[in-house]
């Protein structure tokens, strides 16, 4: 009898230590591989973005430094290419997130079918909830997509002086979701991204500079046009301002001629938001050129027409 009580008990043994290992190495040696693979797909993942989005900083730079052969401010390069590395690892970070999302969540489905979890009921919860979700955050979701693209495509970046329809400034932030500027006045605006219809930069590229100066139209118009072309050729020799200016300025030539007046337009281009500076400085050396030279200025409008407010 107690012999086969003992052989029973060792069958018994037996059978245990045979379930447990055929449970082993069933489904919990599939959900261990199951995550293992997701963590060396999410690492290999990450490092082809970043690798990529390294070969793409260096091509970008490489093709800027071939083709940038005009003459350009040190600081405003810097910049440009400073925007371009942070735009580029803005974009690997937000591919590093969707990838880490959509294989934890393929990953999450796959350990709970392989526990033999009901995933309908799960799934028709999710895309329930997720549809509620949907409707309820229809306008944050256009904020976070056009914001994506704000970056993808480079619309701006921070320093950059930008007209959005509803605010016009410096952009001192820009996240997915808003944009926030300052204004001439002080005013610091956020506007969100998926409110905004169309976007004036002026910060990308270059500025154009447009002067009317006017004199008296008893003065020869030839003799007036060499002075400021003699002035402007000297401000474009500064070495400030030749830094700034993309080429010498031009005088286009007499723009009109009114009430005794004659007004010659000067045009150049410069690095983006130097031409309020290099209009106040046109004026101010062609004035005190017509001040030497004397040239007179264009008529007073009469007494009567003043108002004293």
Not at 10 to 32: M, Q, S
Not at 94 to 119: F, H, Y
Not at 120 to 149: E, N, R, T
Not at 247 to 252: F, K, Q, R
């Amino acid at each position: 009898m107690p012999s086969l009580l003992s052989q029973m008990h060792a069958a018994a043994v037996d059978v245990t230590w045979e379930g447990a290992l055929e449970w082993l190495l069933g489904a919990p040696l599939r959900i261990v591989v199951t995550l293992l693979l997701a963590f060396v797909a999410r690492r290999l993942a990450h490092r082809a973005i970043t690798t990529a989005v390294s070969g793409s900083i260096a091509r970008s730079e490489a093709a800027r430094a071939k083709r940038d052969h005009r003459r350009t401010q040190g600081m405003a390069a810097s910049t440009v290419r400073e925007r371009s590395r942070q735009r580029a690892l803005t974009t690997g970070s937000l591919l590093r997130s969707i990838a880490t999302i959509v294989i934890v969540t393929i990953t999450a489905l796959t350990v709970l079918a392989l526990m033999e979890i009901p995933l309908a009921p799960l799934l028709a919860s999710a895309g329930v909830g997720g549809v509620a979700l949907g409707f309820g955050a229809q306008a944050l979701v256009k904020d976070y997509l056009s914001g994506i693209f704000m970056i993808l495509e480079d619309q701006y970046g921070v320093g950059d002086y930008i007209d959005t329809g509803e605010a016009v400034g410096t952009v001192e932030e820009v996240t997915l979701r808003v944009t926030r500027l300052r204004d001439l006045d002080g005013v610091v605006w956020y506007v969100r991204n998926g409110e905004v219809i169309r976007i004036g930069n002026r910060s990308q590229g270059w500025s154009t500079v447009m002067v009317d100066l006017p004199f008296s139209y008893k003065e020869d118009v030839d003799h007036v046009i060499g002075i400021i072309k003699d002035e402007v050729a000297q401000m474009n020799e500064d070495t400030h301002w030749h830094a700034v200016l993309r080429e010498a300025p031009s005088v286009l030539g007499v723009e009109s001629i009114t009430a005794g007046m004659v007004t010659v337009r000067v045009f150049a281009t410069c690095t983006p938001n130097e031409n309020w500076g290099i209009q106040r400085e046109i004026r101010r050396r062609v004035k005190d050129a017509f001040d030497r030279h004397g040239i007179a200025g264009p008529p007073l409008p009469p007494l009567g027409g003043q108002h004293t407010i």
